[in-house]
T-cell receptor, first 116, second 114 residues
């Protein structure tokens, strides 16, 4: 149980286009989902926290208009990278946790974004 | 500010040898600490966690970690490494302020020689 999927696993796009990444909790309802960015040989940096039905909370330095997050249901959150540029190329990882209160996060396998 | 430091970027051990991966944290109160493993193509998997109580924590896949408040450390250990343990390992702490936000260390890449 507690499986989180991401789609696509890999995407290549042209500069200036927008890319949508989906994060789904397959066998549980996720009240909260997190989006991380991982640079090569670097750690995971939290970008934003999304709660179902409300606006995402972005970390300092993360452009909310650049990285649009929608948590439309208890099993789906999407991250849209708008007007992508080569510096947005990275590995994006989502995680989800079951209920309110403190709880373990379950991580998706990640999405490799390459912007040409 | 809270932080997590993993001093070793890359470690190589022989199969069957013991392993210790270091993790130091900076946090005022009692931290919630975690170790995750990341294998290619797979999501981060929780190995073990420490919230309170016994400072020696047992995890999955034969891993254990010891919380030492005096040293602000939470080192991960395994008595005998298997080739399948080759992966990236991350130490993390829950950030103060709630919402389960995690702060990760930079990670340690483990290579296992046959």
């Amino acid at each position: 149980g507690a499986v989180v999927s991401q789609h696509p696993s890999r995407v290549i796009c042209k500069s200036g286009t927008s890319v949508k990444i989906e994060c789904r909790s397959l066998d549980f309802q996720a009240t909260t989902m997190f989006w991380y960015r991982q640079f090569p040989k670097k750690s995971l940096m939290l970008m934003a926290t999304s709660n179902e039905g409300s606006k995402a909370t972005y970390e300092q330095g993360v452009e909310k208009d650049k990285f649009l997050i929608n948590h439309a249901s208890l099993t789906l959150s999407t991250l849209t990278v708008t007007s992508a540029h080569p510096e947005d190329s990275s590995f994006y990882i989502c995680s989800a946790k079951r209920t309110s209160g403190f709880n373990e996060q379950f991580f998706g396998p990640g999405t490799r974004l390459t912007v040409l | 500010a809270q932080s997590v430091t993993q001093p070793d970027i890359h470690i190589t051990v022989s199969e069957g040898a013991s392993l210790e991966l270091r993790c130091n944290y900076s946090y005022g109160a009692t931290p919630y600490l975690f170790w995750y493993v990341q294998s290619p193509g797979q999501g981060l998997q929780l190995l073990l966690k420490y919230f309170s109580g016994d400072t020696l924590v047992q995890g999955i896949k034969g891993f254990e970690a010891e919380f030492k408040r005096s040293q602000s450390s939470f080192n991960l250990r395994k008595p005998s490494v298997h080739w399948s343990d080759a992966a990236e390992y991350f130490c993390a702490v829950v950030r103060s302020g709630g919402y389960n936000k995690l702060i990760f260390g930079a990670g340690t890449r483990l290579a296992v020689h046959p």
